[in-house]
């Protein structure tokens, strides 16, 4: 009985891991946080991008409910469209802040027939790098609407 007694003592001293097996875990969970790190990485800027990209079309829509309540004219700063069209000008959700910029007139990006009514609209630097999106993307103006890449 007492040979019973003390394996049983033997089985309680020993550890639950030993120190291979943490090893092994350790190398386990390292290989899988870098695997799935960049990928949640690229979802969430993904989906930014494409907040993003909605921003710019509420802004392109109050720009032409600008137009259509002024004869067909663009405002000349985002400024004139708030309060009326939009609560305020919208931030990009990658920067946390308003990083959208807005050129009007002739000599603008993409206005190559020079139209005197025309805006361009874009998310000035680089927040959607994580997503390989150039710099100021996304665009968006009043001829093409939404700009891909």
Do not use: W
């Not at 069209?85 to 993409?110: H, N, Q």
């Amino acid at each position: 009985m007492k040979e019973h007694d003390k394996s049983r003592e033997e089985k309680e001293k020993r550890p639950f891991f030993t120190p291979l097996s943490l090893l092994i875990l350790l190398v386990v969970c390292a290989a899988m946080a870098a695997t799935l790190i960049p990928n949640f990485i690229r979802a969430r800027g993904g989906g930014n991008l494409t907040h993003c990209k909605s921003e710019l079309k509420k802004i392109g829509t109050a720009m032409e409910m600008y137009s259509t309540d002024y004869s067909g004219k663009y405002p000349t700063s985002m400024a004139l469209l708030t309060p009326k069209y939009l609560k305020t000008i919208p931030e990009c959700p990658a920067a946390g802040r308003v990083t959208y910029v807005a050129t009007f007139g002739e000599g603008v990006a993409y206005n190559t027939h020079n139209f005197k009514d025309y805006y361009f609209i874009e998310c000035r630097g680089d927040h959607h790098a994580t997503v390989s999106v150039p710099e100021n993307y996304p665009q968006y103006d009043g001829i093409q609407g939404l700009i891909e890449r």
